[in-house]
């Protein structure tokens, strides 16, 4: 494989895999969607999302989503359903997207699509919840808005501008890091004071 071939699986792999927690069904309707269409030049494992139901599961669950992520609290219950979902969905993703790979390297794919696809559902889900205790609904909205933007850019980067992808996503995990230390150090400082 070229070093030209390696960035784009990389970048493709993380950048369906990171939205897959934020939203499982746009992403794999994205997958589907740009395969079917032939929006870009995909490797043939992408095939596998060309598919009548993948397609139209993907899409009607993301419209189910679409609806309870705007309702505050059943979000909440939502995405904690999806919690198990997502994860298993972005290690499914990551394994899809590699190929033709040795055992080993499609474990690992797996566990780095699960771990990454995690990482992005406790961020999107504890946000979430932290907006539900807002009395309006419009921060929700907003929120919801704002994941779903995100997953369709970040699909459609992956998809043409696979190294930037992976930038974008190296970015983003520094960004959740960063603000999981401050929020459980907040938390800590607040239990030490009770």
Known sequence: M???DLTAVLGRTLGFT???GINLYATVAILGLATRYGWVDLPPQYRVFDN?????VAVFLYVVEFI???IPWVDTIWDGIHTLIRPVG???IAVATIGQARPTVQALAALAGALL???THVAKASTRA???????????????LAEDGLVLALGVLALTHPLAATIVVAG???????????????VRRRLGSL
């Open 130 to 144: 932290i907006a539900n205790t807002s009395p309006e609904p419009f921060s929700n909205w907003t929120l919801s």
């Open 52 to 56: 009548n139901w993948i397609i139209g």
């Open 117 to 119: 696809a995690t990482s």
């Open 172 to 186: 983003a995990l520094v960004a959740i890091v960063v603000a999981g230390r401050w929020l459980f150090r907040s």
């Open 90 to 92: 972005g290690a499914l």
């Open 18 to 20: 990171f939205a897959a």
């Open 2 to 4: 070229s070093p030209a």
């Open 68 to 70: 309870a992520d705007k």
